[in-house]
């Protein structure tokens, strides 16, 4: 079918045609769930407030998609298993970005501001994207050290173990048999055992590199609670009585696998 419907000898925005739809667009309703069936892949950015059940449902119909999300998205029990089992990975481009919002969205004090041509913008700084449509980055390992030149020449590592924990080494947590990396640039590359990395890490996982586990497998003792999102996370992420911020606990797979790992 010639889908040229301006006939200007090229296909593009304006030989969109569409037709309205006869109910209120709800992604959940029959209507709109039959226009997701036929799709090949799914691109938009969804009601936040109903993010899980928009991945749910995307899931429902089989589709690929790229969708944008908040990285506190990350660290839901759901969304999160869909990311440790590979089902969904971060996109590219995270954390800082701007929005076109309409003419009748209210002015606000900060992270907005109107453009010469009197479009209005607002930014956030924590968003990203959700695919699980196979990217570069995904392919790229991460340039680390081992364990013995993280602790002689990664500055800010020595300073954060000193000033954080008081040690000079990577401590292991309280509940967990897993070690505390407290930034993903200080993960060492010749360490064969369970690691706890910051969320942060989510944005350049190579899961040829690392493999994400469930932080249940690691618990001390069966004292410690099964969190449902399978983090290191709450009062239960403790470091010498010290609580951190939530942690994704990794294992390096070529280490895991016997073989040394390469730089
Ligand atoms: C984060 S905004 C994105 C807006 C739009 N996609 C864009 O890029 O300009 C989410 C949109 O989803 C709409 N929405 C809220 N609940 C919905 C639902 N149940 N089904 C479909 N859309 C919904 C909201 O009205 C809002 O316009």
Redesign the pocket.
Known sequence: MDKDNNKSGRIDIEDLSWEYLDG??????KE?KKLRDEADIIV???????FR??VDWIFEGKKDFII?GNENNETDKDIFKLIRESKMWLGKSNGEMA????KTSENRETRFWVDETGQKWRSFGNMCWFTNIDLGRRHQPLRLMNMEDNLKFNKPLIKTLKEKYNVDSYPEFDNYSVIEVPRYDAIPNDYAKPMAVPITFLKYHDPYQFKILNANDFRKSDEIPKKAHGLIKDKESTINGKATYVRVVIINRSEEDGSKAKD
């Open positions: 209120d667009g709800d992604f959940r309703s709109v938009t950015n969804p009601p936040f407030s109903l059940e928009f944008l929005f076109r919002v309409p």
